[in-house]
């Protein structure tokens, strides 16, 4: 029975079953798919093509900006293509055995149909012997020819089907698209199957995005709307966003990179979303199928800040501890300290110091400051000073550590020197309690070894009490430091404490100028800061007297800082800060600082040997002022005898003349290497005082050297030129020198002379407010009289009812920037 099809047509085997071997039945299943393929393919290839357009056109980005019933027409019309080729597949039919038989055997080149042949059957003459014979000839033959049966590759055709080559255009449509697309294809993707049809949903809805950076970043919100779709925006970590949409229908939602989220409804027609930005990426926000805005945002990591020692730490003659810090961040340090640990014991608990900032969370930071740790136990013992600071943002870093010893004072007085060695058994063995309080009590037996001073016998006493009554575990370091207060008051009076409550005040007033405390509290402050500076120079004097040595100079002529003129620095302070002049308070704080500071180095500096010191040191600046004048003095000589050197050359013979000329000039030259042998001397004497000799002496001595070898050799220009450096080099190395002695010695004993247009320690004078030395411009008399006046006629207009209210609302905020 015939195999039926499956259009229902009878199928005629081209070959009996039992003539297929296993290889010609694959070559005719190959030969039925190639077939099947071919048919589909002639059928199906506008199919890819239209969907490769479309992506093409998708990643050119070309859909969404067109108006939104032309994107929405493309879109029919690709589907209605897409459908119309998928309405031709219909007419696909699956080709049968005998056609696959028939394509194997035009591709090998067979004629005559073998394939066919072999499905015949002998019926005439099958008894014939000779004709059985002839017929299985012929199957031998067949069945050869079935070895060259082979299979070309499929051809669709379709040349003949598409003669304008139309179906190679959307390949390379898309090749190009996907050069420059392939970054964001599944947004651009997304846009091209979603076109905006706000203009048949009724008025597009208003939008208004604000994306708040952290308050510590200092930097303003950026308000975005539905117009500033596309940008591209950079924020600091942490942002925050606010989005609000008014009208439009339906259901809003943001969409980032990992997340969805729903809008808040409001009354009415709004809706609201409020979310942290953590990282960067795409923010786009639809309603409905409606895209309302779209943006890239990149989010900056928050950084740690960098902090590190600017100069090593160092100890001046009291003991106390300078450290200098530098450090960076973009927002602002909030805070900076260091850490302190033990060399000998790792595992002791570290000590912490805070350290100031100098203003109210400096992106640059660079600020060193004085800290008296010589009353700490570890005082005298190897340790490690780590700096560390944390910024705005709560990021904290450390910098590299500096191993040091940490500074001890030394006492003199026996009684002090008594009184700390049992402060150190104390704190070393707190167990020997009893035994300290013996010997303390001891020591306060015999108050004439310690002057009578009645606060130094209470605080023994108190000590010795506490030891003996008071078993609680605070009964110990209050002691150690009771003990400690009381030993430098036995050794210098009541100076060490009048000292700790400026250093305390200051500070306090310092950080309330940086923040821009309110104008009460910096009264407040500036009252105990007056307090503290009186209790402290009467600390001062009384140790003068005690050492035998004037507090201010003998000579008439130097200048010396009296109580009313700190007075007056103070209540120039004040009217600065009450003017809103905050860092031109600052700054003439810290010279109010430095003088005492300067007042106190003078009695530091050791009785007869520091006045001996004193002395020289004041003669070494003396020398230099000197030197320079004649300096001056000799370039002046030069110059004017360049100059008159044509004139004499007129009147009289050339010869003379440059004898004459020649003779000046050896005698130039003598003076300048006199005044070159009188600085070597004078950089031998600041080199036995222990001061740092300045680069600029050294360069001045070479200068000299120069004039003096061009003088000899008649150069006049090349001796003034080296005249003028030298000169320059001198007035340089004259600052510094003066700089140095005065930290070195006491800027209080270190001082110029009254026409030098320095102040009493060295630095130069702020009255003129010029500001030459680069510093804050500190506002004299007449400027603070002009602010004050401009302060009361702001308050005045600020009263008057009459005024608009927007200016009275402006001047308002003037005043509220002085904390008035």
Not at 510 to 533: D, V
Not at 806 to 815: G, H, I, K, N, P
């Amino acid at each position: 029975m015939a195999a039926q099809r499956t259009d229902g047509k009878p199928e005629r085997r081209p070959v009996g079953e039992e003539e297929i071997s296993p290889d010609l039945r694959r070559r005719l299943r190959i030969a039925h798919l190639t077939l099947w393929w071919e048919r589909a393919w002639r059928l199906a290839w506008p199919l890819p093509g239209l969907l490769a357009a479309f992506v093409a056109l998708a990643l050119f980005d070309l859909l969404p900006a067109l108006p939104g019933w032309l994107h929405a027409g493309l879109l029919a019309a690709f589907a209605a293509a897409g459908l119309v080729a998928l309405w031709r597949l219909r007419r696909l039919s699956r080709p049968d055995l005998s056609e696959a038989a028939r394509r194997l055997e035009k591709d090998s080149g067979l004629s005559h149909r073998p394939l066919q042949t072999l499905a015949d059957h002998l019926d005439a003459g099958a008894d014939d012997p000779v004709s059985r014979t002839l017929w299985q000839a012929e199957r031998r033959r067949l069945r050869a020819l079935l070895r060259r049966l082979s299979l070309k590759p499929p051809a669709p055709d379709l040349a003949r089907h598409d003669p304008l080559g139309l179906r190679f255009v959307p390949p390379l449509l898309l090749a190009v698209a996907l050069s420059g697309g392939w970054h964001d294809a599944p947004e651009r993707l997304n846009r091209a199957l979603h076109p905006n049809l706000g203009a048949f949903a009724g008025p597009a809805p208003v939008l208004q995005v604000w994306l708040t950076p952290p308050a510590y970043t200092g930097k303003a919100p950026i308000l975005l709307d539905g117009q500033s779709t596309g940008q591209s925006l950079v924020l600091p970590g942490d942002s925050r966003l606010l989005a609000v949409l008014q009208g439009g229908h339906g259901k809003a939602q943001l969409f980032t990179d990992d997340a969805v989220q729903p809008f808040d409804a409001l009354d009415g027609d709004s809706q609201r979303i409020e979310t942290t930005l953590g990282k960067g990426g795409r923010l786009l926000i639809r309603q409905g199928r409606r895209r309302i805005a779209a943006w890239t945002v990149s989010v900056l990591a928050i950084e740690p800040p960098s902090i590190a020692f600017a100069s090593p730490p160092e100890a001046d003659r009291e003991g106390r501890l300078r450290l200098d810090i530098e450090g960076r961040d973009a927002y602002g340090i909030a805070k900076a300290w260091a850490v302190i640990r033990r060399l000998d014991s790792p595992q002791a608990p570290p000590l912490s110091v805070n350290l100031p900032l100098g203003g109210a969370h400096p992106a640059n930071l660079r600020q060193a400051a004085w800290h008296d740790l010589t009353g700490h136990p570890w005082a005298g013992l190897p340790v490690s000073i780590e700096p560390a600071a944390e910024n705005v943002a709560g990021r904290r870093a450390t910098g590299e550590a500096v191993k040091t010893v940490l500074p001890e004072r030394t006492f003199t007085n026996p009684v002090a020197q008594a009184i700390v060695a049992q402060r150190r058994i104390l704190a070393a063995t707190p167990e020997r309690r009893q035994e300290v309080a013996l010997a303390l009590a001891a020591i306060a037996s015999q108050p004439e070894g310690f002057g009578n001073d009645l606060t130094a016998y209470l605080a023994l006493s108190t000590a010795t009490f506490r030891l003996v009554r008071d078993h609680s575990a605070e009964a110990v370091p209050s002691v150690i430091d009771i003990l400690w207060q009381t030993a430098l008051r036995i050794e210098e009076g009541d100076r060490p404490a009048a000292q700790r409550a400026l250093d305390e005040a200051t500070r306090d007033l310092e950080q309330a100028l940086a923040e821009g405390a309110p104008q009460a509290e910096i009264e407040r402050l500036m009252g105990e800061l007056q307090s503290a500076m009186a209790r402290y120079l009467d600390a001062l004097v009384e140790q003068a007297e005690r050492q035998g040595m004037p507090l201010l100079p003998d000579d008439p002529d130097q200048p010396s800082v009296s109580a009313e003129e700190l007075k007056g620095m103070l209540d120039r302070m004040r009217d600065l800060s009450r003017t809103g002049s905050s860092e031109a308070a600052r700054q003439m704080l810290g010279e109010l600082r430095q003088m005492l500071d300067g007042l106190g180095s003078a009695l530091r500096g050791g009785g007869q040997a520091g006045r001996q010191q004193a002395e020289q040191a004041q003669h070494a600046l003396k020398e230099l002022q000197e030197m320079t004048q004649q300096q001056r003095q000799l370039l002046d000589d030069t110059f004017r005898r360049a100059q008159a050197a044509p004139d004499a050359t007129g009147r009289m013979d050339g010869g003379a003349a440059r004898r004459r000329d020649n003779e000046a000039g050896k005698a130039d030259a003598q003076r300048q290497e006199a005044l070159r042998k009188r600085l070597g001397q004078l950089l031998q004497s600041l080199g036995d005082l222990g001061a740092d000799i300045p680069d600029a002496l050294g360069q001045a001595e070479q200068a000299m050297r120069d004039s003096t070898q061009a003088l000899r050799q008649g150069e006049t220009q090349d001796a003034i030129d080296a005249q003028t450096e030298a000169l320059a080099r001198l007035q340089e190395g004259s600052r510094a020198t003066a700089q140095s002695l005065a930290g070195q010695l006491g800027s209080g004993m270190v001082r110029q002379g009254r026409g030098s247009g320095r102040d009493p320690l060295g630095r130069p004078l702020q009255g003129g407010g010029d500001g030459e030395d680069r510093t804050v411009k500190i506002p004299d008399q007449a400027m603070t009289q002009k602010a004050r006046e401009v302060l009361d006629e702001l308050r005045r207009r600020a009263g008057q009812a009459e005024r608009p209210s927007f200016e009275r609302d402006y001047l308002q905020r003037l005043l509220k920037q002085f904390g008035l």
